[in-house]
């Protein structure tokens, strides 16, 4: 935790959470060791910088590391070489502990599948991050009301994961995500298992929130309308980023 504060304090010029990126990652490898004891690289130089409020899509082919690329850029995952700035903070001069908090306190996560609790509702899905975080039960009860609201589930609040559909709960895991204020909310392929309307839905929120909560963006998928939503698309090939749909390149 020492370590998280030493960073906090490092700048010696204000800067406002709005003038810095989302997250800045520059020069990543990530690199693994196969069956046969050789080393095989996933992430080759890869640089990408988010802004508050822009959606970036991440396309490829299976296979081609993009999830985990977003492991990398979420703190979940450390790369193998190269420097992550998350939410102001330089990851790689941390712990794990420290790591950890910055990563509860900056990121929010999207699955496939929603890996909702299936014994509890969707208000207290929504809660149990707040809750696990030691913030009052009528305040985290009230920021898990809000935030279903804005993903229009307020009146499946008190049902459970059993008794809604595909698209609701994954709505649910979306208004979870959210639930301590990330400053970065990473989506892995978020709409594969829904159907054509609930995938729309669901691609509607995503651009909704990044521009109406100041949320940085970066999804995963091979859905070419979501991709299509996106203020920038780009293609991760060989180990390496590169720009598509005639957007922004990366290096």
Same mark, same amino acid.
């Given at each position: 935790?020492?370590?998280?504060?030493?960073?906090?304090?490092?700048?010696?010029?204000?800067?406002?959470?709005?003038?810095?990126?989302?997250?800045?990652?520059?020069?990543?490898?990530?690199?693994?060791?196969?069956?046969?004891?050789?080393?095989?690289?996933?992430?080759?130089?890869?640089?990408?910088?988010?802004?508050?409020?822009?959606?970036?899509?991440?396309?490829?082919?299976?296979?081609?590391?993009?999830?985990?690329? /977003?492991?990398?850029? %979420?703190?979940?995952? $450390?790369?193998?070489?190269? &420097?992550? =700035?998350?939410?102001?903070?330089? #990851? !790689?001069?941390?712990?794990?502990?420290?790591?950890?908090?910055?990563?509860?306190?900056?990121?929010?996560?999207?699955?496939?599948?929603?890996?909702?609790?299936?014994?509890?509702?969707?208000?207290?899905?929504?809660?149990?991050? /707040?809750?696990?975080? %030691?913030?009052?039960? $009528?305040?985290?009860?009230? &920021?898990? =009301?809000?935030?279903?609201?804005? #993903? !229009?589930?307020?009146?499946?609040?008190?049902?459970?994961?059993?008794?809604?559909?595909?698209?609701?709960?994954?709505?649910?895991?979306?208004?979870?995500?959210?639930?301590?204020?990330?400053?970065?909310?990473?989506?892995?392929?978020?709409?594969?298992?829904?159907?054509?309307?609930?995938?729309?839905?669901?691609?509607?929120?995503?651009?909704?929130?990044?521009?109406?909560?100041?949320?940085?963006?970066?999804?995963?998928?091979?859905?070419?309308?979501?991709?299509?939503?996106?203020?920038?698309?780009?293609?991760?090939?060989?180990?390496?980023?590169?720009?598509?749909?005639?957007?922004?390149?990366?290096?």
């Amino acid at each position: 935790m020492s370590e998280l504060k030493s960073v906090e304090t490092a700048s010696s010029e204000p800067q406002t959470s709005g003038e810095l990126p989302v997250v800045h990652a520059v020069g990543l490898v990530k690199e693994f060791r196969g069956g046969d004891g050789g080393v095989i690289r996933i992430l080759n130089e890869v640089s990408i910088t988010v802004k508050r409020g822009e959606m970036v899509a991440i396309v490829g082919a299976s296979g081609a590391g993009k999830s985990t690329l /977003l492991h990398v850029l %979420g703190a979940l995952e $450390r790369p193998s070489a190269g &420097r992550i =700035e998350l939410a102001g903070h330089s #990851v !790689g001069g941390l712990d794990d502990d420290a790591v950890a908090t910055l990563r509860n306190r900056a990121v929010g996560f999207v699955f496939q599948f929603h890996h909702l609790l299936r014994e509890f509702s969707a208000l207290e899905n929504v809660m149990m991050p /707040l809750r696990i975080a %030691g913030v009052d039960q $009528r305040i985290a009860q009230q &920021r898990a =009301e809000h935030l279903l609201e804005r #993903v !229009g589930l307020s009146a499946r609040r008190h049902h459970r994961p059993g008794a809604m559909s595909g698209g609701e709960q994954q709505r649910t895991a979306v208004a979870r995500a959210l639930a301590a204020e990330p400053a970065l909310l990473l989506a892995d392929e978020p709409s594969g298992n829904l159907d054509l309307y609930n995938a729309e839905r669901l691609h509607a929120l995503f651009s909704e929130l990044a521009r109406d909560l100041s949320l940085g963006l970066v999804v995963v998928t091979h859905n070419q309308s979501l991709a299509a939503r996106a203020d920038r698309a780009l293609l991760l090939e060989g180990g390496r980023l590169v720009a598509t749909n005639g957007l922004g390149a990366e290096g």
